[in-house]
């Protein structure tokens, strides 16, 4: 895989454990009063079943009963510091590829530029002669006619006038 794609992997990589960082500080945060101007909510309202007792069949608050409260706690206490700690390395290697790539002028550059030009300038004229020569060849043997011959290697070969073309 060249740099390039490499970079190119890095930055979504990159990308994708922001999102997921985000996503779980944005989950796990716990609330915090911006202002003082605010009422406190009620400690048993829920804006979306305003009858809790009649709506909720398990009154246990923790909703995976296998993982202790403490063990839960711990763990939303170190998924921060784990996903920080995965997206840092994820900026180091992006940094770390980024300085791999070739450092050269703009002067470089443009001469860069200009040869592949020219290259491909030539490659193009060389391909247009080639077309040029092939439909010569079609169209001499639509009028006048070519009889195929089999070649050793099984490569269909024409013979027009004398000649093999």
Known sequence: MDIISQLQEQVNTIALLAVNTFGTLQRDAPPV???????????????????????DANPNPNPN?????????????????AMSAALVQAAK???????ALPLSGEEA?????????????????????QLEAAGNVV?????????????????????FQGHIL
């Open 109 to 129: 550059q443009l001469q860069r530029i200009a040869k592949l030009q020219a290259e491909n300038e030539a490659i193009g004229l060389e391909l247009q002669k």
């Open 33 to 55: 009063r911006l202002s003082t101007d605010y009422p406190e909510p009620a400690a048993n309202s829920n804006p979306t079943n305003p009858n809790p007792t009649n709506g």
């Open 139 to 159: 169209s001499t043997c639509m009028f006048n006619g070519c009889a195929p011959l089999s070649d050793p290697n099984k490569k269909s070969v024409y013979f």
């Open 93 to 99: 290697k992006f940094d770390a590829l980024v300085a």
């Open 65 to 81: 009963p296998s993982v202790n409260p403490s063990e839960e706690a711990n763990n939303v206490a170190e998924q921060p510091k």
